[in-house]
């Protein structure tokens, strides 16, 4: 199968061949990034070349780690809504609020998009099986894609991730096992079960391909925004894939020559005062995270005490003149009831994205005259107890 | 504002003014269904008006009830995927089978696009609150257009409604009233409710617009294939407003010049055998449906005893050559498993879509060379208890 791109190591810039199931760089260790020839690809590849498509993110399929008439693991992941909210806009102070709703995503969350992209690959590159660590979000979407590719998952999870994402990964036909720990525990368990097995190892920016498909969310608010961006993204950051796909997927479109150059939206990453390594890490102008003590946050997404992707979502928040904020859990769910409010079944994170803009406005970050994306990136109902 | 659709009675043909928020025909009490002048909207409207345009279902504005420049009030509904099942197919013995995911809907079922066609043109002709019967789906649908929109509202659920789906409709701001007894006992609460407080009535085809925003499911399957339809639709059915807004839609169609006419799908109406009014008006050839006593089905969406739209779901069933089938709840679970196990989390009714085809392919009312659409109307995580 011929791939049109190569993997570079996002620190020492060494290439990793594509074939087979690469993880991170066997030099250095840092995640692998796909670069593709966009000065090639821009010769037919144009907004237009997107009419009458399929809905979801694969219309992207040529700056996406696919071969020409290769099928992906899809279940219709991508194309979700970019909502409109005049009335907490008013509340905020900003020229224009819109929500990018990512709980209308297959199982419901932001993840399915990475999971997609990276079944897709791993599959095509002769995985056996899956493993991945999860807060919860990826766990059912790894469950989901691997049913649908037909390849058994396995997933390892904190035991107090709530019962409903639990259930829906053994109704998906995953194992599951509950650990006594947060996400970096499962993650050492879930790499154990890789070396033992042979499965492969999903774990966030651990392979190349999650990032791949988080980027086309940038696709997509340019694409409904008629080839423009916002003036500021807030995104909640656990491992980060999405504000890195995104800083990517900008970087793209301008080689591509669809977005004009030097107008990229300022990134604020948004996580919680229980649970805030990035938000340190900016603060004190560190180019990497120190592991986050006892993470605790009602949001679990956001329950994610370090990432192997630490310096590229610092290095995206700093080149965008963008910031990191935490937001308490009364803040973030009080935000999250005002979504529910004005209809949007926004997750914990989702809230804390509004709760950010509040915070972002009040201190000067975000000004009036600002068009503002925030992400819910997963459904209320999850997380029902 | 002006309207450029009449409404016309379903049964006696009368003509009922769009001003304000009519119900049903004043003269018959039957259901009102919006004509469209449509060889006037053919002119301009075409397939390639369709392009660079948002992706959910007021994309087909034209023949939607919604007057020139009018904002709808929306959540990004419609716009779902249609996912190919090879192994199923396999299975059944059909040449192709596709599944419409209308779980990946706000409030995850069909029924956000009838809401927000309904709660748009109400909030527009004065509506000041929302009252509605629900078996569930309904139920947080309409919370949620009603958040949306700004508008109280009430829904009316039996006791035995699962919890996560009471929560999300109290999340979303409703007020929730339990019932002891089946939606339509509650339909006779709803209406005492609106009778009482100006509450505006969204009952199934007890208003004109929900099943224009069910049609619009028959219009994107048929974008989604290129303009061409399935040999056979199955479809679970209480209400049936997305049958007859499909068989609707076909037609219209038609009349645009959209559809080679005379190439229909054959409808397939599948019910559970604990609630079965429709199966067994159709076996007994009747035009109507006498309401069914004690339903008993884990499927609570298909625990809907009787119907008012009854006589225009069996006209479409067998315009079309189609069939109303039941399936036990024992094989709608186990089929409802086999799509989890591929990946799509359907709820029992989708579930009972496939059943309902291993049934009709047995009998020999779908063929080996049938390319069939079943349709998963809700996501599995509604269902849990």
């Known amino acids: ?56 993110m694969w219309r992207y399929r040529e700056v996406m780690p696919l071969a020409a008439d290769e099928e992906p693991v899809s279940l219709g992941e991508g194309g979700t809504p970019l909502l409109s909210l005049p009335a907490s806009a008013k509340t905020a102070g900003v020229r224009e609020l819109l929500v990018k709703e990512e709980g209308l995503n297959p199982t419901y969350s932001f993840k399915a998009r990475g999971m997609s992209a990276a079944v897709t690959r791993a599959v095509a590159g002769g995985a056996k099986g899956f493993v991945a660590p999860s807060a919860g979000n990826a ?15 396995r997933v390892y999870m904190p035991k107090d991730t709530p019962p409903l994402v639990i259930a829906e990964c053994r109704a998906l036909g995953a194992q599951v096992e509950l650990i006594d720990g947060v996400i970096s525990d499962c993650g050492v368990k879930a790499r154990e079960f890789a070396k033992q097995t042979g499965y492969f190892d999903v774990s966030t ?14 696709y997509e608010i340019a694409e409904q925004l008629g080839w ?32 004009e150059p030097g107008k990229r939206p300022r990134m604020y990453v948004v996580q919680s005062s229980g649970c805030a390594p990035m938000v340190r890490a900016w603060e004190s102008g560190a180019e990497t995270a120190e592991p986050w003590k006892d993470p605790e946050t009602i949001a679990w997404g ?3 005490p370090g990432a192997i992707g630490d310096f590229l979502i610092l290095r995206a928040v700093r080149e965008s003149g963008g910031a990191a904020v935490a937001v308490s859990d009364e803040d973030l769910l009080a935000a999250a009831d005002e979504l529910l ?11 804390a994205t509004l709760a950010a803009l509040y915070r972002l406005r009040a201190d000067g970050h975000i000004g009036p005259d600002d068009k503002v994306i925030c992400f819910n990136t997963g459904a209320w109902i999850k997380y029902v107890e």
């Open 1 to 56: 199968m011929k791939l049109d791109f190569t993997l570079i190591c996002s620190r020492c810039e060494r290439e990793t061949d594509t074939g087979g199931t690469p993880n991170v760089c066997t030099e250095c260790g840092a995640p692998l990034l796909a670069v593709y020839p966009l000065e090639e690809i821009a010769k037919d590849f144009r907004p237009e070349s997107l009419e009458g498509r399929r809905w979801d």
């Open 139 to 153: 766990a059912d979407a790894l469950s989901a894609y691997g049913s649908r590719a037909g390849v058994p998952v």
């Open 205 to 218: 920016l651990r392979e190349p391909y999650r990032v791949e498909g988080k980027k086309t969310m940038g």
């Open 228 to 259: 423009s961006l916002p003036d500021a993204i807030i995104y909640p950051t656990g491992g980060g894939t999405g504000i890195i796909g995104m800083w990517k997927a900008f970087a793209e479109m301008e080689t591509l020559g669809w977005l």
């Open 302 to 304: 956001l329950r994610v």
């Open 341 to 351: 409010h004005h209809g949007v079944a926004a997750c914990p994170e989702g809230g």
